[in-house]
Nanobody, 127 residues
């Protein structure tokens, strides 16, 4: 069994920062990629950021164009968590943010390439 639990969401003013965390438990050794997605009301779930690693512990990251330079994804191996540091937040960043994990080496930006999902955490950016 695999569980992903997000935390750190909340209400912030535009220009502010939040840090989301995704705590993983269970068979964490079976996946090699974790990602963050978000879904705003009335919109499809969209890719935000992903982090994957090789057997040699070389890490790679990718970001959606809309967040590149403002968001940073990082993994805390000691705690088996993946964090998403979000700076310079904008009202259009308002959404429910979901953590995901998977084993696929296919496109990191597609929801279908992830096997496990958290329940989501709400991020609201006020203008």
């Amino acid at each position: 069994q695999v569980q992903l639990v997000e935390s750190g969401g909340g209400l912030v003013q535009a220009g502010g920062s939040l840090r989301l965390s995704c705590a993983a438990s269970g068979r964490t050794f079976i996946w090699s990629r974790m990602g963050w997605f978000r879904q705003a009301p009335g919109k499809e779930r969209e890719f935000v950021a992903a982090l994957w690693w090789s057997a040699a512990n070389v890490y790679y990251a990718d970001y959606a164009d809309s967040v590149r330079g403002r968001f940073t994804i990082a993994k805390d191996n000691a705690k088996i968590t993946v964090n998403l540091q979000m700076n310079s937040l904008k009202p259009e960043d308002t959404a429910v943010y979901y953590c995901a994990a998977g084993r696929s080496s296919a496109s990191a930006s597609m929801t279908s390439n992830y096997d496990y999902w958290g329940q989501g955490t709400q991020v609201t950016v006020a203008s």
